[in-house]
């Protein structure tokens, strides 16, 4: 194994030269402000996230049993160090970003050890990754760029060592270009069709006489679990929607009201929750229901990032034994969305809602076939 790494590090140097030592600009009075910076936690700043089960670095997934957190940082308190496992690992670490198609984009980052590689997978068009082979003492900038392809809209950034190498410290990573246009709110869809749409939020009691009403009635339901019920029975919310037209989709990760954090939380926090439905189910959330309905224009633009289409909220509540909606009357209209929770009042309150559709002439449909 030890000489499948040296030929490995050999090819490696025959092949490419050291990246170049970046040189830091002087700022100016009169200078404009720098671009956004669009990664998700970009220093390693943003401890564990409340509730997770799902990584330990909010924004960044790490090779099993090779990811970790020090204070030995470039800037700040935290830097991510990772340390491959064997001659067969490069111990990579990833995340996954949402962008533009045509568009360009700088990215960056700050790297201490021997052998640290950055680069970008998904562009739409092959790029090889900036590396270097030692950075002495210091920490040394590895920079790269990427153009996305005409119909690419999210990318994978990774950082990584090589095999059977030691550790590699990584920090201040930077990734500039356009930004995808913020989500917009919606708490109903503007249809003339006769539908309404089922939403379940949270997922902390999973009764399964709610399931079998699903089941039994064909209800397509876009369900909103939170990550760690997700773990705790994620079969459960794989049979909430087995009904075509169902989907499962982000919560954020902690349901804190995300108003009340930074944009660079709120952004791991909606990032993080896509990645453990991505992880547990396969699917790509591109809806977040914001936890109390509270939304702003930094959460707008977080959730874009992490490639959420529209923040939705609701209006039209059946749950806990209750009935209400935003109209007159309390009557259900077209293009309603009603919000319901994983309790043990779910089944009971499923029906009341699927009764007040029939009596308004509305059917359950799919909430993302209208938006896209």
Known sequence: MIGSARRRLAALAATAALAS?????????????????????????????????????????????????????????????????????????????????????????????????????????????????????????????????????????????????????????????????????????????????????????????????????????????????EGFEPDYFSRATAVPGSAIEDHSVSHRDLTTLSPAEQQAEVCDARDAVTAHYGTVPTLLRPPYFAANADLQQAAANCGMTHLVTANADFGWGASSTSHPGGVLQAGDIVILHFTDTLASDLQRALDAAAQAGLQPAALTDYLH
Not at 150 to 171: E, F, I, M, N, R
């Open 21 to 229: 030592l970046a040189t830091v600009p002087t700022a100016h009075a009169d200078a404009p402000a720098p671009a956004p910076n669009l990664a998700t936690n970009p220093g390693f700043e943003i401890p564990t996230l409340p509730l997770a089960d799902w990584g330990s670095i909010p924004g960044w997934h790490c090779a099993a049993g090779e990811d970790a957190v020090t204070a030995a940082a470039r800037t700040g308190g935290s830097a991510l160090t990772l340390t491959p496992a064997s001659d067969d690992s490069t111990g990579q670490c990833a995340q996954t970003l949402a962008v533009r198609p045509n568009t360009t984009y700088a990215y960056s980052a700050w790297v201490r050890g021997s052998y640290a590689f950055l680069g970008a997978s998904g562009t739409g068009h092959d790029v090889p990754p900036a590396w270097t082979a030692s950075t002495g003492d210091g920490w040394q900038r590895l920079s790269t760029s990427f153009t996305t392809g005409p119909a690419t809209t999210s990318v994978q950034l990774y950082v990584h060592g090589w095999y059977g190498q030691g550790p590699v410290s990584v920090d201040d990573v930077s990734v500039t270009g356009d930004r995808p246009a913020p989500a917009p709110l919606t708490s109903g869809v503007p249809t003339s069709d006769p539908v309404v749409f089922i939403t379940v939020d949270d997922g902390w009691t999973r009764d399964p006489a709610a399931v079998r009403l699903i089941a039994d009635r064909k209800v397509p339901v876009t369900a909103f679990p939170l990550p760690m019920p």
